[in-house]
């Protein structure tokens, strides 16, 4: 008999493309529904939270629709938790746009600033260097490329774990104009700054590889 499949919550705070977010996870096999409603939200295997637009804008409309609670109280559960493009940002502990400084989620230090690069938004294809022993990269070569849309980016990482007892969170890089944070696996909590759900087979694999950490 096979498993049942991974029930994941796609949370609609009103900011990111929750539909193309379901159907690349109902295509990998997970039963997915698109929801802001707690108890379903804390129920759920995995929810992934996505993001579109202004770090600002995000994090109000998170917060009005009680996500910054939902996500704290899944996370200090072990409750697995995704973060998408703005969705990842948020979960830094601030963002800097046009002058304006908006407090995130802290789940991890650091600062979302604008890119310094030639052209920006960084707007296509990009292949990462992943974390050794990423879980979420298992199976895919460094050609691999996922789709990037996004003008911001956390460009330096300070978090250091000193414990030998607590695992330190795995980094991934990418490159546009200068290098920026990819992706990050700690524990229950990872994220991605690209669109996995547009990154064709290679997005489609990474999903796989998160439904299988559920």
Not at 38 to 63: E, N, Q, R, Y
Request: proline fraction near 5%.
């Amino acid at each position: 008999m096979s498993a049942p499949a991974k029930r994941v919550v796609v949370f609609d705070y009103g900011f990111g493309n929750v539909r193309s977010a379901e159907r690349a996870l109902a295509r990998v096999g997970a039963e997915v529904e698109i929801t802001r409603d707690f108890d379903t939200a804390m129920a759920a295997d995995g929810l992934l939270v996505p993001g579109v637009g202004a770090f600002a804008a995000c994090m109000k409309g998170l917060i009005e629709a009680r996500g910054d609670w939902i996500v704290g109280r899944r996370l200090s559960g072990g409750r697995p938790v995704m973060g998408i493009c703005v969705g990842m940002q948020i979960l830094f502990e601030r963002g800097i746009e046009h002058d304006v400084e908006t407090m995130g989620l802290d789940e991890w230090p650091g600062t979302v600033e604008p890119l310094r690069a030639p052209i920006v938004p960084h707007m296509g294809w990009n292949t990462v260097r992943a974390a050794e022993e990423s879980r979420l990269f298992a199976g895919l070569d460094e050609e691999a490329r996922f789709y990037f849309v996004h003008s911001y980016a956390v460009r330096e990482w300070s978090l250091e774990v000193t414990n030998a007892h607590i695992r330190a969170p795995k980094v991934t890089w990418a490159t546009h104009g200068e290098p920026f944070v990819a992706a990050v696996e700690n524990g229950p909590l990872c994220a991605t700054q690209f669109h996995p759900e547009k990154s064709g087979d290679a997005g489609a694999q990474l999903l796989t590889n998160w439904l299988e950490t559920l």
